[in-house]
């Protein structure tokens, strides 16, 4: 039985069929052999199956003999900029790492921001990303338009995005981590994170670029930061977004400067609520869980980048048993060298049977895949129109191919997508536009793009080594 949306006789129609299906619905359909109508950039239907012969205006018959389409992967979080400074200080902690990187940081320039968003894309898109964030909060003087330059790249590769404008103004003068030329004033970063959200942000239901406000962490933004960002982003109508509760050090530092650990402390400055998304939240006591659930504050879950960092395992079991909705991020390529997320999917399944609480209950391969389609649709505000495969949403999905040396023993294909290798995408569609063919960009030169970010990296060296 195929679900139907209503049908729009004047749009094209691009119909998929013979491929398994995992819909990732609210009831996890899934169809051993089924098919899947686009129409326009919507699903029009979807079920068990071949699809209807009678369908008008049919550009395209793809037979997925040997696939599994799933909806496109959402990343809740990542910094692009970090794609030209990968594989630097790797064996420190969160706070040593960031000071050893904040100088180079601090350099960047738009070319640069430019380059690296497209290394960052390129790397997300190809391995079935159909919707990315940046978390951009380095805005060095003079250094140009930025945010323009970031969404430039998300659009010329067509990937649906949200641009998380982020900021610092808690220098290491104000008790801060920074160095005091990497950071902005407090009106300086609210006025440009205004102007960025009037400028670029859409509110429609397929809207591929969004906005939100994104002071950067407790440790590098001043309390009156979070408080007006909050304010800001409540008065514009858009989403927050912010690092939390990602080490031990995050939490003596809030108890030591604050008098209150990280949760209390988000929620006395308005960043606690429905419309919130916080990265990491690693260290999370009961009653922190439960003032995420209470609220509904959504999670950004990014399993390697917290082991790159030693910073601990987040408590996903009880965060979704506490009904916190939870999507998965690469997080910035400085602290998750593969850029990639089916490493997330994986890494969130395994790394949790590590925590001696959980064990092998933790999770399964089909939460696993809920926390990389779903759940980042959730946590991105974006659960009505993306992230599972349902008539009449946006034609977001990816035709995983198992049918290589790297899958094709596993007969389940949600087992075989997660527990195994990174699977070829065949296709990748995004608002309904193929961005993806045959595991090759259709809008984006990968090749010339690793010489560009090589260069760029080697430019930022370079620069920062004369500072
Ligand atoms: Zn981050």
């Known amino acids: 039985m195929a679900a139907s949306a209503a049908p ?8 998929i069929q013979n491929c398994a299906i995992a819909t990732v619905d609210a009831n996890d359909t899934e169809y051993a052999s089924g098919h899947i109508v686009v129409a326009g950039n919507r699903i ?31 990343n809740t979080h990542h910094h692009f900029y970090q794609w030209i400074t990968r594989g630097l200080a790797t064996d420190h902690n969160l706070f040593d ?9 601090a350099r960047i320039d738009e070319q640069m921001a430019y380059t690296a968003a497209q290394g960052s894309l390129a790397m997300m898109a190809k391995g079935g990303v159909t919707t990315a964030m940046d978390h951009h909060y380095v805005f060095p003087k003079g250094s140009g338009d930025l945010s323009g330059a970031i969404i430039r790249a998300a659009s010329e590769m067509g990937v ?34 205004e102007a960025t959200v009037k400028k670029h942000h859409d509110h429609s239901f397929d809207a591929m670029t969004q906005v939100a406000v994104a002071p950067c962490s407790p440790f590098s933004v001043s309390t009156e930061l979070l408080k007006q960002g909050a304010e800001l982003a409540r008065r514009l109508g858009v989403r927050m977004h912010t690092h939390g509760s990602e080490t031990v050090e995050e939490e003596q530092f809030c108890k030591e400067l604050f008098g209150m650990g990280p949760t209390d402390y988000f929620e006395s400055t308005g960043w606690l609520g429905e419309d919130v998304w916080m990265a990491h939240s690693v260290h999370m006591n009961d009653s922190d869980i439960a003032a995420f659930a209470r609220t509904k504050t959504g999670v950004a879950h990014c399993p390697s980048s917290n082991a790159r960092l030693a910073a601990g395992i987040a408590r996903v079991p009880d965060m979704l048993a506490a009904g916190v909705p939870v999507g998965l ?31 092998e209950r933790a999770l399964n391969a089909r939460q696993a895949l809920r926390l990389g389609t779903y759940g980042g649709a959730q946590v991105l505000g974006r659960a009505d129109n993306i992230g599972s495969l349902e008539a009449g949403k946006l034609a977001d999905l990816v035709m995983w ?39 090759r960009l259709l809008f984006a030169d990968e090749d010339a793009i690793a010489v560009s970010t090589r260069e760029e990296a080697r430019r930022l060296a370079r620069i920062s080594a004369q500072a």
Request: glycine residues 10%; aromatic residues 4%.
């Open 160 to 193: 649906r995005f949200t641009l998380a404008r982020g900021s610092m103004d808690r220098s290491v003068k104000d008790g801060g981590l920074p160095p005091d030329h990497a950071v902005e004033t407090l009106e300086g970063a609210l006025a440009d994170t």
């Open 44 to 74: 029009e239907s979807i079920g068990a199956g071949r699809a209807p012969e009678n369908l008008d205006n049919v550009v395209r018959r793809i037979d997925g003999t040997g696939h599994l389409v799933t909806p496109g992967l959402v």
């Open 329 to 359: 991020g690469v997080d910035g390529t400085a602290s998750n060298e593969s850029g990639e997320l089916h490493t997330e999917l994986r890494n969130a399944l395994l790394i949790n049977r590590l925590n001696p609480v959980h064990r």
């Open 8 to 15: 729009d006789s004047a749009a094209e129609r691009i119909v």
């Open 401 to 439: 191919n198992l049918g290589t040396l790297a899958h094709s023993s596993i007969a389940d294909p949600v087992t075989a997508l997660v527990f195994g290798a990174a699977a070829p995408v065949t296709l990748s569609l995004v608002n309904g536009k193929q961005i993806v063919e045959n595991n």
């Open 97 to 105: 790492w960031l000071v050893a990187l904040y100088p180079t940081w």
